[in-house]
């Protein structure tokens, strides 16, 4: 608790120095050219059946990419990955990417274009948190797995504030049985310290299928372990 607390007070102080929020209506048909990821998102609810109490995949462009329901076909995914977002944004649409599927465990990647658009990583952790209590508020029961942020080659400059928000993120996390932190980012640095190029494509930020396999492979057994509690708690094992 005392740990949370001076977290708080952290975040807090250092929101006078925030970089502002982006506009999150530039997901809309019309604004600024982006994909029309929201309106895509209602519209294939509209017209299709979806599972509650799933596993939801909510973040950016690393989620959107990420061909999760082939990784992890056995277990009932959706996918709501939007290119370009910052957890700000995640935050913005939750009731319409998050709220109404009722999911028993979100999966987050976000803070990769906060930190590329020049937020501090003090202000990723305070959006990061203010993502928690959204969920705490619509759906407590929810277990949070969050993924760092990645050390991509086309953005390495930028990798000192990303290991810090990285880090803060993962302090936050450690102090509440809810959460949990993936570390798909570790494995991503050589020997040398640089990050390994055969885990991206052509773009040097973008994941390759080995990217992919990697991250799978670091989030499939937090997976198994919560989805076994879950049939415990159900069935009473």
Not at 51 to 59: A, D, P, S, T, Y
Not at 120 to 140: A, G, I, S
Not at 159 to 168: F, G, S, T, V, Y
Request: aromatic share 14%; with cysteine.
């Amino acid at each position: 608790m005392k740990r949370i607390v001076l977290i708080t007070i952290f975040v807090l102080l250092c929101n006078l120095f925030s970089q502002i929020d982006p506009d999150p209506s530039r997901f809309y048909s019309g604004n600024n050219g982006h994909e029309v990821f929201i309106e895509n998102f209602l519209r294939w609810d509209q017209k299709n059946t979806y599972v509650e109490n799933g596993i939801l995949f909510l973040g950016s462009s690393s989620i959107r990419k990420w061909p999760t329901s082939n990784y992890f076909n056995d277990l009932p995914i959706i996918n709501r990955g939007f290119g370009g977002s910052h957890i700000s944004d995640v935050n913005y649409y939750f009731d319409s990417i998050a709220v109404h599927y009722k999911p028993r465990i979100i999966v987050l990647y976000a803070g990769d274009n906060d930190i590329a658009a020049k937020k501090t990583p003090e202000q990723v952790l305070e959006d990061y948190t203010d993502f928690v209590n959204l969920v705490r508020k619509h759906l407590p029961q929810t277990k949070i797995i969050y993924l760092p942020i990645k050390p991509s080659p086309s953005r390495w400059s930028m990798w000192k504030d990303m290991k810090q928000a990285n880090r803060l993120i993962k302090l936050y996390t450690d102090s509440d049985h809810m959460q949990y932190y993936a570390d798909t980012a570790t494995p991503m640095i050589d020997s040398q310290g640089k990050p390994l190029g055969d885990l991206f494509v052509a773009d040097s930020l973008h994941l390759s299928k080995k990217g992919y396999d990697l991250w799978s492979e670091v989030l499939e057994p937090i997976l198994d372990s919560l989805t076994m509690m879950n049939r415990i708690k159900i069935f009473g094992w």
